[in-house]
């Protein structure tokens, strides 16, 4: 177990203001961005921004089941969230060092 006190701080920007990755304070990541790119959704878009790689579809307006619970004037809207497995173990791993 470590200790949290012995954890130096992290260092997001150096003295001559380079980020760890290279860019300065005030440069954002490369971004790509497209629409229509799942065939089997209404609709989906794919972001990018740096290593970070989002896809997101919209399915529907679908038959609310059971029916009884539909209203003419409301809807109902269902989301999922998934993360790729490998893309937390960065923050298991710093997790574990705080514990």
Do not use: W
């Not at 497209?34 to 290593?51: C, M, N, P, W």
């Amino acid at each position: 177990m470590v200790d949290k006190k012995s954890v130096p701080p992290l260092k997001l920007i150096s003295d001559e203001g380079i980020r760890s990755d290279g860019r300065k304070f005030d440069e954002l990541r490369p971004m790509k961005m497209e629409i229509g790119v799942l065939k089997t959704a209404d609709g989906s878009s794919y972001v990018e921004q740096g290593r970070n790689k989002i896809y997101a579809a919209v399915y529907g307006p679908r038959e609310l089941h059971p029916r009884h619970l539909a209203l003419p004037n409301k809807a109902r809207v269902r989301c999922t969230y998934r993360m790729a497995s490998f893309s937390v173990e960065g923050i298991q791993f710093l997790n574990s060092l705080l514990k």
